[in-house]
């Protein structure tokens, strides 16, 4: 039986970080085409600072909170990683992280799905993007939505993979859309379709947290999934 405790939310960064490790190339490759080409980069400082504060704080003791690897994690976006994606990441595992400590101290659906609640609307307040903008909100929100729709006593790995799923149907949609933020916004027809790359993040996020990503391609074409 899975403990959803600090374990599980520590080995859900780290599965996260092998995932961009992965796919780096992929996610610089959709990023020149539609931002400035340094997303991969961006998310792969953010998750080596914070793997090492991970181990640092393994070192003094295994913590007892579930919320502990995400409060750390987004203490290292937040402190250490530049560009518009990294600290709208590190709001969202803030956010995550204090949600999940309030219904705590194990990882609960009712707080996975208050956090990624809470992490979408400051988001939204932060970086000013709406759904159908062509961002990270067209797959946080989704996601969103597959968690609040869970019921409360489901499993954290079942809503998990529900906000999966949703993620990437939203990264999908981002294919279609015409980007009104950001770089691309002046790029036009020229990055129709293609993928928002910080959707594409916040779709490997959640896909980890069950698995490991190894390549994009099954993911954009809806054949996902992850490799466990």
Known sequence: MTS?????????IRRFAASVRA???EL???????G????????????????????????????EDASAPLLTTATAFLDSVGGTSGPLFGLL???????????????TTPGLA?????????IQRVGEARAGDKTLVDALAPAARALGACPPDAPPDTALARASGGAWEGVRNTARLRARRGRASYLGDRVS?????GAVGIGLFYASADGGVRALAPFLEGREQPSR
């Open 36 to 63: 400035d080409g340094d997303f991969g980069v961006n998310l792969t400082t953010g998750l080596t600072t914070a793997l090492r504060m991970l181990d640092e704080a393994a070192a003094d003791g295994d913590p």
């Open 28 to 34: 610089t490759a959709l990023d020149q085409r539609a």
């Open 23 to 25: 796919t780096e190339p």
């Open 193 to 197: 379709g293609v993928p928002d790359p």
């Open 93 to 107: 595992f803030q956010r995550l992280a204090c949600a999940v400590r309030d219904a705590g101290p194990s990882l």
């Open 114 to 122: 208050a956090g990624t609640r809470e992490g979408l609307a400051v």
């Open 4 to 12: 959803f405790d600090a374990a599980f939310t520590g080995g859900w």
